[in-house]
């Protein structure tokens, strides 16, 4: 920059001087000569892009047609300060030192302000978006893509457990809704387009492609069943669309995996179909009821299903335990059955049974494909009929239990490490074991044993040792040291599995076989 600046100080000064010295070196000024060179011939084409052509290089129609019907979501949120409050503002003669007002002016109500998307899904003015968008609003404003307008919108009902809400706007005319797809029938490598408004910049468009389907098990909703896709995420996305090449809507934008808070690559929508159940159960019923089965579900990993005397295991669920009073009970469901299939669905684990089960109404019958096996036995293959139930409010509850110091107990031979106690009324009180419950109580359990490492816990129940019933201490001991294999199956119930407490099966290395 200084150069430049200097070159054209230095040409201002000395122009007339340089003009000068040229005329007189150049001589008499000849005629100027004309320039005969033919411009260059140009192939060029003005026409638009071709629909054929558009529809394989360009999105740009898909995004004309889906723009409009996603829209900016607005929240105000009113928070109340009830942290703790120090004496000194409640001393009359130190709170003048703070302004006259101490304690009154520290719990002032603050607001906060918070920005999404969401997407128009009918004409008459119902919205899908994230539940963490609008989760505990005070006021939810709507801005359409065709309008800086803002409007009141109101929050027909939301679903946390599948992060999942539902607005409604009130307005005479009809809306630009979004056609919807099938999300069953997305398949990894699929084109898609997020769309939303990421930090509040505007409605922005990312591409990218399916990564997979099915996902789960990452704490962020109580029945997830993710889209990932590597089109861009961001805060502000969330409760955005998520749609295919055709501009249909697939998904709802609802979280990425980061380490900076950034996009990185991973970003998770709800499937369109799982939305959609919910949506229609927030609008005709005011709250989303779930099927319920009543069982205990435990993964079948190879070491039980070998225990079981099952095949390897390729898929399916194992019954840890059966609820008193259920549908699955009174249709013959047994501890230790494994589930293979739903409604002729393919069960692979317990979070696919989950989210079949809870899409299924209440009430209807579900048929249910086992295995029924035992040691040696080649495994009965059966189905059951199992009247729904309707799965409780407080489903995702955990309990916990604290262990008594002046427990008398006994300890095992073979499973090192473990004490159990006589199950006696005020155990049953102190650690809320039902009447029914037959077994031991596991008072000590060594962090760094084999027992430890395969789940059982202080608290728990020891109800089975290789299938042998426990009646007592001694017969705790007396099992544990006729124990064989490589492995001892022990069946417990425990008060942390399901809602209520329920039992299951675990496999402790057998400590006699080094």
């Known amino acids: ?95 003048q030192f ?6 009154s002016e520290r719990r002032r109500p603050r607001t906060e302000q918070s920005l999404g998307s969401g997407v128009i899904v009918s004409s008459d003015g119902y919205i899908l978006t994230a539940s963490h968008v609008v989760d505990g609003a005070d006021r939810v404003k709507v801005s359409l893509s065709t309008s800086d307008q803002e409007y009141d919108a109101k929050v027909v009902g939301t679903d946390p457990l599948t992060d999942v809400a539902v607005l409604k706007l009130d307005m005479e005319q009809a809306l630009p809704a979004v056609t919807l797809g099938d999300s069953e029938k997305l398949e990894v490598g699929d084109v898609v387009l997020a769309l939303g408004n990421p930090f509040g910049v505007g409605q922005t468009v990312t591409m990218g492609i399916i990564s997979a389907v099915g996902r789960g098990g990452f704490g962020i909703a109580g029945y997830e069943n993710f889209i990932q896709t590597d089109a861009a995420i961001n805060v502000g996305n969330s409760g955005g669309a998520l749609v295919d090449a055709a501009g249909r809507l697939v998904g709802i934008n609802t979280a990425i995996v980061s380490g900076s808070g950034g996009f990185m690559g991973v970003g998770f929508a709800v499937p369109i179909n799982m939305a959609r159940f919910v949506m229609e159960r927030l609008i005709t019923e005011g709250k989303v009821r779930r099927g319920y089965l009543g069982i205990i579900l435990q993964p079948l990993s190879p070491g039980l299903a070998k225990a079981f005397g099952l095949p390897n295991a390729s898929g399916g669920v194992l019954v840890g335990g059966v609820t008193r009073g259920s549908g699955a009970e009174k249709a013959g469901l047994r501890a230790g059955d494994v589930i293979v299939e739903l409604n002729g669905k393919k069960v692979a684990d317990p979070r696919t049974l989950q989210l079949l089960v809870a899409q299924t109404a209440p009430g209807a019958n579900a048929t249910v494909r086992i295995l029924r096996g035992q040691r040696g036995e080649k495994p009965l293959e059966k189905n059951l009929t199992v009247a729904l139930g309707t799965l409780p409010q407080d489903a995702f509850a955990r309990g916990r239990l604290e262990i008594p110091e002046d427990q008398d107990s006994g300890a095992y031979d073979a499973l090192e490490g473990v004490e159990v106690a006589d199950l006696d009324g005020r155990a049953r009180r102190q650690f809320e074991v039902p009447d029914n419950i037959k077994g031991v109580l596991v008072v000590n359990v060594d962090p760094n044993s084999n027992s430890a490492e395969a789940g059982l816990r202080p608290g728990d129940v020891l109800l089975q040792i290789d299938q042998k019933p426990v009646q007592n201490a001694k017969d705790a001991v007396d099992l544990s040291e006729k124990a064989h294999g490589d492995t001892i199956r022990l069946r417990i119930w425990s008060r942390t599995t399901g809602r209520a407490g329920g039992t299951r099966d675990i496999l402790v290395e057998n400590k006699k076989q080094e």
């Open 1 to 95: 920059m200084m150069y430049r600046e200097c070159c054209d100080r230095f040409a201002g000064k000395f122009f007339p001087v340089l003009l000068f010295t040229s005329l007189l070196l150049s001589g008499p000024m000849a005629p100027a000569q004309e320039n005969h060179r033919p411009l260059p011939k140009l192939n060029v084409d003005e026409k638009p892009l071709s629909g054929d052509l558009k529809r394989t290089t360009s999105f740009a129609p898909v995004i004309k047609k889906v723009s409009p019907s996603v829209v900016n979501i607005y929240t105000t949120t009113t928070v109340k300060d009830t942290g703790s409050v120090h004496p000194f503002f409640n001393d009359p003669f130190l709170r």
């Open 98 to 103: 703070f302004g006259g007002n101490g304690a």
